[in-house]
């Protein structure tokens, strides 16, 4: 591995900007990888971000371009006119132009395709710019080769040749009929091995054509090509016409991204934000759970001023309300990301809910008598026997319900299409911990006899 | 999209099995997708496993064996001799063949290599075995074309197709050296429009070469072919000698398996489990995170014992006992979890630990003053002014104590090469709980003037 960015680099790079020093970034700039010289711009203010990519040649400026942060991305275009965007984006593959032109205001998308010498490209652009970035419809790419049924090999690879620019990263050939249905593959070795004269339908494979719809969700693209091991995915729209291709590239951002999405949920965070993004935009992302914690938090306070006579006789009761609260959180949150986890994936079709929550109940049977256990012993000798009982029996029946409702909310969110990961989120801590409270404090009076 | 798993196809599937109706699995199995058939043969009985895994043939065995989870394979294979699980392992590519033996006891591991009739590929997989599996040697293939830089191209194209079968996965031809160090690469499309008689030094790219080392952690491959959107990456061994290819798939499987692993770290969850497994290891799983919460909750209870005065004589300031500790872990999971990403994502070469810690505090300043007003407005009608002031004083000081922990320990965890992910989960919830407490009370008495 070549090039690593460090803060030696960077105060170099700071230095020759400073310098104008053309013939330092033809020395060690230039040769980078276009994904390295994104990453270096991402470091840098506007206006030395913009120095700097314009010292680029055309073709390596697009591809810089579409490797940039979203924000570097938007600053550095703004200084550029319509028809410069236009002469950027045509350098690119129809997806990648299509996500950097969605991104600009509507007034101006208009423009830059009006620019855009090539009117086949532009065709593409606003075709791809009408599906939803989620779908696979805003995933796809219009760079693919296909063959018709009745053609002969040597027509194919004629073809092939010129599409010669798309031909790194053509993976299989994809084969349609009449209408432009997809019908099956081709690789690009048995028609590399084939006589030329050989037709296509002597050839080409139709077992297990795998394809997606323009509308798929962009996590179900994810899971179809990680599934049977895809490097790339034909589009169909629903009259079952090859309409795209999508590549395991952006398959793979799609996964990342999702993951992110997953583990932010989980931690109570409700956009997407990154350690670089401003502080206001990140504590209004963080504000919704909090203020969902502020409410459980509330109410639980409503919760034991309802028990007040109880807590004033008996002050140890007070001891071991976190123990409850946290208890009953940390369960929950498990019991939810095992469900979350397996729905994801798409695992659960015969799953049925019962046999879950039986499951849960079990686990949570096991490591509940253990930790009561435990706990009865600690509270027995720092307190008293009673304190002890109230504990153990509290701890172990709020155990069990944190269980099962860590295990029904994320299938439940599912059932109604609402996206499950919600539930590892604060959402479920606060209210097991209001529910732990009420039992804890109820089983308290009922063995003190208060 | 063909083939989905039903209910109703896996009852046929099971009343096939009962009839044993071969006829039934002609017209309703074979032409299935070899992912389809794991799937299906990992919801049946180890019996009906093996009825319908030995009606497939020898080569769609192989590749189902790949694609069953670890648990049914492991069953399935316990019934072969060393010798049906060496002709199996034969159909295999390497790295595919390495991960299933490396899976057997240590004896049948050898038993199994001698039983294997091409030298060569047991020669190959016996080095493969020799690789930790997260490892970037763990995950790479014995599979790949490469080219000697003095060749020319006719003799290369020869190359291609002797190694015919792997062609299909070829994406991209590596150029090696007279000591077999890795020099270039070459894509197919510039080897197929070049004349016979070129030399492969005069058609190579040595830019840009991107390769990793066997000894490369498998979360940095993935985060290289990512970042440079690659379909395979060739591996160099110490001396730079070329002894391997990673393709993405096996890398997406990392990807998925590193998410998940940080979404169960994040939720309490110890080892890699899924909703299938036992309920005693789920337990096992889920105890040492569930065992620090209970030791939060013990000290929690020694904290608020210190204070058992002030509570018997204000029992009111048990109320607000669940809002603080849960608005306490709320915050910092939630700056935990935003450093946790940027270090998983390697994004993190220049943020100095201050700034990190400055701008989280500055969210946790913005987030803190708001929560505390609410919170003083409700305590203030709730009960008294005091209290108001009491709890809207410790959430916010709370809050501001949160956000730094949670910043600094994945940041510790990080420098002392602890996964940092371990923070986002109960542990700093617990330490938090503690914490806030101790803020809690002390100001509750010195406010209360107890």
């Known amino acids: 591995m070549g090039f690593e960015l460090t803060k030696e680099y960077l105060d170099e790079v700071f230095d020759a900007i400073d310098r104008k020093d053309i013939v330092w970034f033809e020395q060690h700039l230039f040769d980078l990888h276009d994904a390295d010289i994104a990453d270096l711009i991402d470091e840098l203010d506007e206006q030395q971000a913009a120095y700097i990519y314009a010292l680029l040649d055309d073709e390596q400026q697009a591809d810089v371009l579409t490797e940039l942060d979203e924000d570097t991305r938007e600053n550095l275009i703004s200084n550029f006119s319509s028809k410069e965007i236009a002469e950027q984006v045509e350098n690119l593959d129809s997806d990648d132009a299509a996500d950097i032109i969605g991104e600009l205001p509507q007034k101006q998308i208009e423009e830059v395709i009006a620019h855009i010498s090539d009117d086949l490209a532009a065709e593409e652009i606003v075709d791809l710019l009408n ?16 063959a018709k049924l009745d053609w002969p090999v040597n027509r194919c690879i004629v073809e092939l040749r010129r599409q010669a620019e798309e031909v790194e990263k053509v993976y299989t050939i994809y084969v349609i009929d009449d209408m432009n249905k997809l019908v099956g593959f081709l690789s ?21 054509i795998i394809s997606v719809k323009t509308s798929d969700d962009d ?8 599934k049977y091991d895809l490097v790339s995915v034909p589009v169909i729209d629903l009259q079952g016409k090859l309409v795209g291709r999508i590549t395991i590239d952006d398959v793979v951002d799609v996964i990342i991204e999702e993951a992110e999405k997953d583990l932010q949920l989980a931690s109570g965070i409700s956009e997407k934000i990154e350690s670089s993004s401003s502080v206001w935009r990140i504590s209004r992302a963080r ?12 109410l639980g306070a409503q919760v034991i001023s309802g028990f007040e006579g109880g807590i004033s006789k008996i002050p140890a009761l007070a001891f071991f309300i976190p123990l409850i609260t946290a208890m009953g959180g940390n369960v929950g949150v498990q019991s939810s990301a095992i469900v979350v986890q397996s729905l994801a994936r798409g695992n659960d079709q015969f799953g049925s809910i019962l046999k879950k929550i039986g499951k849960e109940s079990l686990v949570a049977l096991i490591n509940g008598l253990l930790l009561s256990v435990i706990v009865f012993g600690f509270a027995y000798v720092f307190d008293s026997k009673t304190l002890g009982l109230v504990v153990s029996t509290s701890l172990f029946t709020v155990i ?51």
Not at 192 to 201: D, M
Not at 219 to 226: C, D, G, K, T
Not at 287 to 298: H, S, T
């Open 131 to 146: 599906y939803d970035e989620d779908t696979a419809g805003g995933l796809m790419q219009k760079e693919f080769i296909q």
């Open 188 to 208: 690009l070795k048995r028609l590399l091995f084939a006589s030329p004269t050989t037709k296509i339908s002597d050839l080409y494979q139709d077992k297990n």
């Open 219 to 226: 996590e179900f693209v994810a899971r179809i090509m990680e």
């Open 287 to 298: 504000m919704p759970w909090l203020l969902i914690g502020l409410l459980g938090g509330i």
């Open 400 to 450: 069990l319900f944190a269980a099962v409702f860590g295990t029904l909310i994320p299938l439940l969110l599912d059932r109604y299409k609402i996206d499950p990961a919600l539930a590892t989120g604060p959402f479920i801590t606060t209210l097991n911990d209001v529910l732990g409270l009420f039992i804890y404090l109820t089983i308290g009076i009922l063995m003190y006899g208060i």
